[in-house]
């Protein structure tokens, strides 16, 4: 199990740092932080790096939000209504 993964009643924790105005996109976990690294090619002025972690993470998951960290490259996400094994199984495949 990734230790940047919690389970909560309403849904599922994932804690991740960002690396916002990359030439390239995508996750990866990081066992040196143990977050979840996400590159986005925005830009982190004005809210767009955060927009853009939604968006990927919305499509990938379905309903999510920044619970924690909104101005901060580390964040926490919730993804509602999925199980951690859900989760797990999506990030490491």
Known sequence: MLKCI???????????RVIPDSKKEGFRYDEGSERLGVWVSEPASKGKANKAILKKFSKIFGNCEIISGKSSRRKTILIKGVC???VERILEG
């Open 84 to 86: 951690i094994e859900e």
């Open 6 to 16: 919690r389970s909560r009643k309403d849904g599922v924790m994932i804690d991740i």
